[in-house]
């Protein structure tokens, strides 16, 4: 779990630092701009950005239930994050799971695209689609609706 907030927590470090040596030479107003400029991208990058994650073995049994895909993800990656904005609300909907997290949903990754960790991996009626179009990804959550 701490693997997943590295990044954040080194920009919010940085911008932090660099605002402090910009408020001790009297520029308050740059300060404050440089400090959002390292913010957003922490908290884009965090887990906070992502529904809740779940293990592999769940989010399958949740699929084999629902019929919604099956996300798999980490964090830090920047198609993931294209995916999860595009999606918005509907990514609620879908089964996430962490692959920094669980052990076997990177190795459900790993099988699906020839040994590499490649994500985002969904996965649609059992079949892996390696960063696949967020609005082909829609068009199946609202299929197995």
Do not use: K
């Amino acid at each position: 779990m701490m693997r997943a907030w590295i990044l954040p927590m080194l920009l919010v470090l940085c911008g932090s630092t660099v605002a402090a040596g910009l408020i001790s030479a009297g520029d308050g107003g740059v300060a404050t701009a440089v400090l959002l400029v390292f913010l957003v991208p922490a908290g884009v990058n965090s887990p906070l950005m992502f529904p809740r994650s779940i293990g592999a073995v769940e989010a399958q049994r949740r699929s084999a239930v629902d019929g919604r895909p099956v996300v798999y993800w980490r964090p830090g990656c920047a198609y993931c994050m294209r995916l999860r904005i595009r999606l918005g609300r509907s990514a609620r909907r879908l089964h996430w799971v962490d692959i920094w997290r669980d052990p076997a949903g990177a190795a459900a990754v790993r099988a699906a695209n020839d040994g590499d960790e490649t994500v985002p991996t969904v996965v649609v009626a059992g079949r892996p689609h390696t960063n696949p179009d967020p609005v082909w990804v829609r068009d199946q959550l609202s299929s197995s609706a």
